[in-house]
């Protein structure tokens, strides 16, 4: 096994109680959503808080992913803290670990030692089939014995006092993500029958749904062109997949992403569309954050703005994501 990967101990216990919590709340929570759906209908304020809040996870796993992760911008106290908050509201675990774990598949990629490829499985065998591989890479992966060594791969984050106060109080976080915003919008709409349909569908549900959707990002985006195309030919099989990157804001333009792992802005073409990044781009433009790394290419787009915003250009390869 590579460094930083954790066979046995506490860190694999807390890994697996982790998993076991978000996957009982989410699946039974999910369960009971179908069902009120079916039984009780929905309204408008439970599809609206619904859509609200998918985008607003959608666009703090993109912070979680550009800022945490890569490093693609920089910016104050305040905006650190923001961002951190709805990472970490996104419910897929604490930035320590989503970032140790997002590391390692980087500097791993469909290789033994990669967290969750479609190729090798957590011990670094072969998948027996491809179905097995998409299996673990969409999610099979939170439930193998072996975890990441944040001392290897988050030294960063473990001493920022921002990103470690938000990873040790994340449940509180999922709380108020899963349950009690969606519950008290519901409840200020329409009394309580809105606020247990919103609770169930525009809380747990929604959770689900959008993991499942950050997660094809694994799966479909790693499937070495037998889904979406490769615009790069890379020692790994990352592919631009377009209904993934509409369902995740940007993420899916995965090929694009692993030839530049530092770029704030993934659109290599007119058709990839970059919410995420478009977002980060019209920050900087506010003041709100700085020193956006963008690759020549990104950067060749960004400059026909008519307002272009101070852009570092950086030609990053996937062994330097730190
Ligand atoms: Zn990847
Ligand atoms: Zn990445």
Redesign the pocket.
């Known amino acids: 096994m590579p460094r930083g990967v954790v066979v046995e101990g506490p860190l694999v216990d807390a890994k697996f109680l982790d998993s076991r919590i978000a996957f009982v709340i989410m699946v039974t929570g999910s369960i009971a959503a179908l069902i009120w759906a079916f039984t009780q209908g929905l309204g408008w304020v439970e599809i609206s808080v619904f859509l609200g809040t998918f985008a607003l996870s959608t666009v703090g796993i993109g912070f979680m ?1 550009r800022y945490f ?2 490093r693609s911008f920089r910016c104050g106290p305040v905006m650190r803290t923001l961002c951190a908050m709805i990472a970490t509201m996104a419910v897929q675990g604490s930035i320590l670990k989503w970032v140790s774990n ?1 590391r390692r ?2 500097l791993h990629a469909d290789k033994p030692g990669d967290v969750h490829s479609p190729y090798y499985d957590g011990a670094g065998n072969q998948h027996v089939s491809f179905l097995k591989g998409m299996l673990h890479a969409q999610g099979g992966w939170v439930w193998d014995k072996q975890t990441t060594d944040p001392e290897v791969y988050a030294k960063d984050i473990l001493a920022d006092p921002i990103a470690m106060f938000f990873t040790r109080t994340r449940w509180y976080w999922v709380a108020a993500s899963a349950v009690l915003i969606p519950g008290a919008i519901g409840y200020a709409f329409g009394g309580v029958h809105t606020m247990i349909g919103c609770v169930l569908f525009s809380g747990l549900l929604r959770s689900y749904l959008m993991t499942m959707a950050t997660s094809l990002v694994n799966s479909v985006c790693h499937s070495d062109g037998r889904y979406g195309y490769r615009r790069y030919e890379l020692n790994d099989g990352t592919t631009n997949e377009l209904v993934t990157t509409f369902l995740t804001f940007g993420e899916g333009l995965h090929n694009n ?2 030839r530049f ?1 530092r770029d704030a802005y993934l659109s290599h073409a007119w058709y990839e569309i970059d919410i995420n990044g478009l977002i980060i781009l019209g920050l900087g433009k506010l003041g709100l954050v700085h020193d956006i790394f963008l690759s020549p290419v990104s950067a060749a787009g960004a400059a026909t703005s008519p307002n272009p915003i101070d852009v570092v250009a950086e030609d990053l390869d996937a062994s330097s ?1 730190r």
């Open positions: 992913h992760v890569h997002h598949h980087h992403h692993h792992p994501v």
